[in-house]
């Protein structure tokens, strides 16, 4: 028998309800939010439960079941409603996605952890450091299939863990981000957060995005180019992961092998004969066929001089003991690719 939690939960599964927590959360000085997701199981990837958390309870809405999500999306964009969400980046993007939603006035539990000098900044983590609560990760629900209903008592205690600590872990990270005076240095960094938006991969080169299409040549290129969209038509035809369709590592390889024994592969065993199989064959055929695609054009990089390598270095050493001083991540005080413009151009 599945153990019921502790933490008072509510399911929600219609609009109205979603109304009625809409109006709940606007009276809230501060939510947390977290979402999930079937990316591992589904394509394209969908937004299956949104939590959000007050002081006093967790509520989980299948967005599944839930066709109008806008009033969540108002209280969101909300001044007024502080969000605190760990790892925003991710589901910044995916509220994008889904729902073309904005976070405003958002407080990241990550980053904060991070300006105050905590070294292991995952949920479960900072949990058992500030609240000293040891919060079980099943990775197997993690990584479960999120599509699925009904989801299981298991899956819904997991859910609702992962934002029922969130507010007090607010609180703690800004005690001490008052005590060292960092907390504008976290509003800003949340601030540029909530820029983030999901930008859709572009169809005419989205192929080069597989490891190993740089080494290949033109017509090789042609080829992948067509593999990887059959692959597309064919994870959004089964509702699948493409890698499960086809691995990267398959795509190079009919990419540079064109003739190769299909047979031979064990990533198509069972598919040779398929429908699949001829299309692949097809697919390879027109690809050989197309024009070869000549790689982008690379601006010739000017020779970088003793001197601004001598400048990026002590620029470094500075942002390194900073770093070490404040007991943070050399990364948050200064971005590397900005040393670089600044080694090179310093006047500017």
């Known amino acids: 028998m599945e153990q019921k939690s502790s933490i ?6 219609t609009p109205g309800q979603v109304s009625d927590l809409a109006r709940i959360l606007f009276q809230e000085r501060r939510i947390a939010i977290d979402t999930e997701s079937n990316s591992r199981h589904r394509y394209p990837e969908r937004v299956c439960l949104v939590q959000v958390a007050t002081k006093s309870k967790v ?3 299948d967005t599944l079941a839930v066709d109008d999500m806008k009033p969540i999306g108002e209280v969101l964009a909300s001044e007024t409603v502080a969000k605190v969400i760990q790892g925003a980046d991710y589901d910044i993007r995916c509220l994008d996605r889904e729902w073309g939603f904005r976070v405003r006035n958002l407080f ?3 980053i904060a952890a991070r300006f105050v000098g905590m070294k292991q900044t995952g949920l479960s983590s900072l949990i058992e450091a500030l609240l ?6 099943a990775a197997r629900i993690q990584k479960g299939d999120w599509s699925h209903r009904p989801l299981s008592q298991k899956a819904l205690n997991y859910a609702a863990a992962d934002v029922w600590y969130l507010l007090s872990l607010q609180k703690a990270l800004e005690i001490k981000l008052r005590t060292l005076a960092r907390s504008s240095w976290v509003s800003e960094e949340c601030a540029l957060l909530e820029k983030i938006r999901y930008v859709a991969p572009d169809p005419e080169t989205a192929f080069l995005s597989v490891k190993g299409s740089r ?6 290129k042609a080829v992948l180019k067509r593999l990887f969209m059959l692959r597309e038509a064919e994870a959004r035809r089964r509702n699948r992961p493409p890698y499960y369709v086809l691995p990267h590592e398959t795509l190079v390889h009919l990419a540079s092998n064109p003739t190769a024994d299909l047979s031979q592969l064990p990533s198509l065993k069972g598919q040779v004969n398929s429908r699949f199989g001829r299309l692949l064959r097809a697919t390879i055929h027109r ?3 197309d024009p070869p695609i000549s790689n982008p054009t690379r601006y010739s990089m000017r020779q970088v001089t003793p001197i601004e390598i001598e400048r990026l270095q002590m620029l470094k050493e500075w942002r390194m003991n900073l770093g070490n001083q ?5 990364a948050l005080v200064w971005p590397m690719v900005s040393l670089e413009r600044l080694a090179k151009a310093p006047r500017t």
């Open 326 to 330: 404040l007991s943070i991540d050399p």
């Open 59 to 61: 509520y989980l809405i």
């Open 8 to 13: 008072p939960i509510e399911l929600l599964n």
């Open 287 to 289: 690809g050989l066929a």
């Open 215 to 220: 080494r290949l040549n033109g017509q090789e």
């Open 108 to 110: 990241d539990t990550s």
């Open 132 to 137: 000293g609560v040891q919060v079980p990760k």
